[in-house]
């Protein structure tokens, strides 16, 4: 079967710039207040839910799954690109990560307390959204807690050079309203939502600048 251009794609841009990418991200976290909140609030529901483990889906090098297992989350990564999944497991080789994509997850059903996409479904096209949120729902138990982050706009960004390296990487923005009918559908709660301005880093050394407002939905699985 032929694996869509999406996928291939994607996989090949952030295995390009893996090493890259790491280190402009290592410190992105700590520089933006109202994601450590909605990740802390997340942690939390997981962590008085007891249900079982987080998968972070779109892991990328590691930071955000090291961060949740800071917070006493029992937590794994997941990522399309075997480069950053190699580098998230010598990074972080007490936690695990292993490679897989979306919409379609090697998981069973009913088997995670909570699901993290912290800007991973902005690759898929956006007609897979509502197979990829089923999946999200499928692999959840009752109770389960959902965590998204995402750009805010209507038009998708193409990109074909980063971090020095040539690639064809497709962003699609998306609007929190339209998202979370899309939850909505495929059978969540929305609890909260949550939708800032761009961070500006000042005289950071970071090289993930902002140029759209940034969004976060935290859902849950009705038990």
């Known amino acids: 079967m032929t694996e869509p ?3 291939t794609a994607t996989r090949a841009g952030y295995d390009s710039f893996a090493a890259e990418y790491a280190e402009a991200a290592a410190d992105e976290l700590g520089e933006k207040p109202f994601q450590l909140a909605m990740l802390a609030e997340f942690a939390e529901r997981v962590r008085s839910a007891g249900a079982g483990p987080v998968a972070d889906i779109g892991c990328g090098p590691g930071r955000v799954s090291a961060h ?7 937590v ?9 999944i190699a ?3 010598r990074t972080y080789p007490g936690l695990r990560f292993d490679v897989g994509a979306m919409p379609d997850l090697d998981l069973a059903d009913a088997s995670l307390g909570g699901v993290l996409a912290w800007y991973s479904v902005i690759h898929l096209p956006p007609e897979l959204l509502p197979a ?10 009752p109770g389960g807690h959902l965590l998204l982050a995402f750009q805010v706009g209507d038009e998708p960004l193409h990109v074909s050079e980063a971090f020095g390296h040539e690639v ?4 699609h923005r998306l609007r929190p309203e339209r998202v979370s009918d899309l939850l909505e559908d495929a059978g969540f709660r929305v609890d ?5 301005g761009p961070h500006d880093p000042g005289t950071s050394e970071t ?8 969004a976060y939905i935290l859902a849950s699985a009705p038990a």
């Not at 794994?76 to 950053?84: K, Y």
């Not at 990829?132 to 138990?141: I, K, S």
């Not at 064809?168 to 962003?171: G, K, N, Q, W, Y």
């Open 87 to 89: 580098l998230a497991r």
């Open 192 to 196: 909260a939502r949550l939708v800032r």
């Open 5 to 7: 251009s999406y996928l």
């Open 207 to 214: 090289r993930l600048t902002e140029r759209m407002p940034q």
């Open 68 to 74: 949740l297992a800071s917070l006493g989350v029992d």
């Open 76 to 84: 794994f990564g997941l990522d399309l690109s075997s480069e950053m």
């Open 168 to 171: 064809a990487l497709d962003f």
């Open 132 to 141: 990829a949120f089923a999946e999200f729902r499928r692999v959840l138990v």
